[in-house]
């Protein structure tokens, strides 16, 4: 079974702190995908990143930098000078390959960590 | 902006009341999905369609209703629902289901939220 656990339930920051938001995840498969993904007060789940078990690459975008690490089945997620605009609750998911004994289609969520930037 | 559309944005409705969810997108993606998401949860999955036709039904009571009348628009027909029913749902699509062993990306629409009185 595939599980997902965001430890952090809430995090309070002032704006132009850098925070990060933990990711630990539990799988069987060799091959997997994990995912963040962001949802504003508005409710839209917005997409940012997706990885695959192969790319240990870490990602940077902009403000935005994702550091996956197999050893220790994390994926944590950093933003860099926070703003106001990065208040949300932020999804880490993970999925696994087509031949798990399901399909790649669905997505086993952690519970989420909203994120309250402070002015 | 979102491709993926959704009407309304909030809906009220009675236990003895039919409505209906909508979601669109204008992506050429041919699998589509439908979520339920209680507060302070994650979004649980409800339904898939895939090409047009309902590929998985998570055990959905079937006062919910899925309908998928062309690869871009998806339908949630409610009946009888209860008030626990009150939730933010929300539609996604994606590409495909995935093949060769990599799934494609999930995008989501808005959301409708619903309450049940």
């Known amino acids: 079974a595939q599980k997902v656990t965001q430890a952090q339930t809430e995090i309070s920051v002032v704006e132009k702190e850098d925070v990060t938001l933990d990711c630990v995840y539990e799988?069987?498969?060799?091959?997997?995908?994990l995912f963040w993904y962001k949802q504003p007060p508005s409710g839209e789940l917005v997409f940012l990143i997706r990885r695959n078990s192969f790319d240990e690459q870490n990602e940077i975008s902009g403000r935005y930098s994702w550091n996956f690490q197999k050893s220790t089945s994390s994926f944590n997620f950093t933003i860099t000078a926070s703003q106001v605009v990065d208040s949300a609750v932020y999804f880490c998911?993970?999925?696994?390959?087509?031949?798990?004994?399901?399909?790649?289609?669905?997505?086993?969520f952690g519970k989420g960590t909203l994120l309250t930037v402070n002015p | 902006d979102t491709e993926v559309t959704q009407t309304p944005k909030h809906l009220v409705m009675g236990m003895t009341n039919k409505k209906s969810l909508k979601c669109e997108q204008h992506?050429?993606?041919?699998?589509m999905y439908w979520y339920k998401q209680k507060a302070k949860k994650p979004p649980e999955l409800m339904f898939v369609?895939?090409?047009?036709?309902?590929?998985i039904n998570e055990s959905v009571p079937s006062r919910f209703s899925p309908e998928c009348p062309n690869s871009s628009l998806l339908n949630l027909h409610l009946h009888a629902l209860q008030p626990e029913d009150s939730a933010l749902y929300l539609c996604?699509?994606?590409?495909?289901?995935?093949?060769?062993?990599?799934?494609?990306?999930?995008?989501f629409g808005p959301g409708t939220r619903l309450t049940v009185l």
């Open positions: 369609y895939s090409y047009e036709k309902l590929s």
């Open positions: 799988t069987r498969d060799t091959t997997y995908y």
């Open positions: 998911a993970l999925t696994g390959p087509h031949n798990s004994g399901g399909s790649n289609y669905k997505l086993t």
């Open positions: 996604a699509s994606s590409q495909d289901l995935g093949a060769a062993g990599s799934p494609d990306t999930q995008y």
């Open positions: 992506m050429g993606h041919r699998a």
